[in-house]
């Protein structure tokens, strides 16, 4: 089945403790995306993949990072996490970046509290 | 520079009655037009699009929607409403060429009245 896993589902966290998200895709999809989901806003992307080792940043990239070393894996890093960073957060892949080969999959979320 | 205004944040519509989302683009270009769907705790999935030829799009779930390019506008309907369908719409655009990235509207939550 073709799918996007992001792990975990939840997560509560303190201020400044470094945590990984993973997000893994399944369809040998070359762009992959993280987003932000916040009330009012949308979503707002945060950082991108074109293909492996190839990063750029999105609208929102302060204070996350990300890797690429597989074409299926793209994580996502906060190494100092705030209390403005409480968001639910999604994976997403595709095919491509432009026209109609960006359908986007979408993992099921990370819902993560900075305390 | 592209973008999506969706109307309305939250929109009610009883059960059987005619549901419409409302979506206009702004794209310099040609756009690509995308609706997601969001079902309470899970990700977004494609309901819909729009690429090319038929300006009439049907997706799923008995959704479609119209690209008029004279009116800079996508909006989504569906003939009846049924309490499935409650969850979170997105519109989203792309130009069919060049280096823009998917561009999302801010959504709307359709809430289903019994």
């Known amino acids: 089945e073709a799918q996007v896993t992001q792990n975990p589902r939840y997560l509560i966290t303190v201020t400044g403790k470094k945590l990984t998200v993973t997000c893994s895709q399944n369809?040998?999809?070359?762009?992959m995306s993280w987003y932000r989901q916040d009330p009012g806003l949308g979503l707002r992307q945060i950082y991108y993949?074109?293909?492996?080792?190839?990063?750029d940043k999105g609208d929102v990239p302060e204070g996350y990072k990300v890797s690429r070393k597989e074409k299926r894996n793209f994580p996502l890093i906060l190494e100092s996490p705030s209390p403005n960073q409480t968001s639910l957060y999604f994976c997403a892949s595709s095919l491509a970046r432009t026209g109609d080969r960006n359908i986007q999959y979408f993992g099921a979320g990370t819902r993560l509290s900075v305390l | 520079a592209q973008s999506v205004t969706q109307l309305g944040s939250h929109v009610s519509v009883s059960e059987g009655a005619l549901v419409l989302l409302r979506c206009n683009y702004s794209s310099s270009v040609p756009p690509y037009l995308f609706w997601y769907v969001q079902y309470p705790n899970q990700g977004l999935q494609l309901l819909l699009k729009?690429?090319?030829?038929?300006?009439l799009v049907k997706g799923i779930n008995g959704f479609e929607a119209e690209f008029k390019k004279s009116e800079t506008s996508f909006h989504l309907t569906k003939p009846s409403a049924h309490m499935s369908d409650a969850a979170e719409y997105f519109c989203a655009v792309i130009s069919n060429f060049g280096n823009e990235k998917l561009t999302f509207g801010t959504g709307t939550r359709l809430t289903i009245i019994p």
């Open positions: 369809m040998n999809h070359e762009y």
């Open positions: 729009y690429t090319t030829g038929a300006t």
């Open positions: 993949s074109m293909n492996v080792e190839v990063t």
